[in-house]
């Protein structure tokens, strides 16, 4: 056999093979239980634009969801991005809303390899700077925190 031919063969297999590990086959949406006290249905709007795939259970799971080893990353990043942050949960639990802000501003969120394959996600930089002042009024802003400042007048 070839050499193309045999790692050809190799690769399909060991696509084949990925495909039966269970992880990121779970597509689930828990029901929402609660969504915060938003400021402005803006600021909701905005966020369900950007932030809703992985900050609550309303997740949209793309096609590639269910292939690996997409699927791995993709629901990964769902479960770490509800863990630190779920607007269809709130108040249960540790919630990091006071960090929302600052990831948006310091360009962390949306991750930058989500934004290719969401372009409703990619939002102007006036929409950003609506969103961060949105967040701020909603969640407050953990550079407040740190720098004694006031969650509740920042912006």
């Known amino acids: 056999m ?16 990925i495909q039966l590990v269970p992880y990121g086959r779970d597509h689930t949406n828990p029901p929402v239980v609660e969504e915060p006290a938003w400021d402005t249905p803006r600021t909701r709007t905005l966020f369900f634009t950007a932030c ?4 609550s259970n309303e997740t949209t799971w793309p096609w590639y969801a269910s292939i690996a080893p997409a699927s791995w990353l993709v629901t990964y990043d769902v479960e770490e991005g509800r863990s ?3 607007v269809s949960q709130w108040g249960q639990g540790k919630q990091h809303g006071d960090e929302a802000a600052g990831m ?3 360009d962390e969120m949306p991750p930058w390899y989500y934004r290719p394959a969401h372009p409703e996600a990619q939002l102007s930089d006036e929409e ?6 949105g967040l701020i009024a909603t969640f407050g802003d953990e550079h407040d925190h740190e720098s004694g400042g006031d969650p509740e007048t920042a912006g």
């Open 52 to 55: 809703v795939d992985c900050h």
């Open 84 to 86: 630190h942050l779920n």
């Open 128 to 133: 950003t700077r609506e969103l961060i002042q």
């Open 2 to 17: 070839k050499p193309v031919l045999r790692y050809g063969a190799i690769a399909v297999a060991v696509f084949a093979g």
């Open 104 to 106: 948006v501003r310091e």
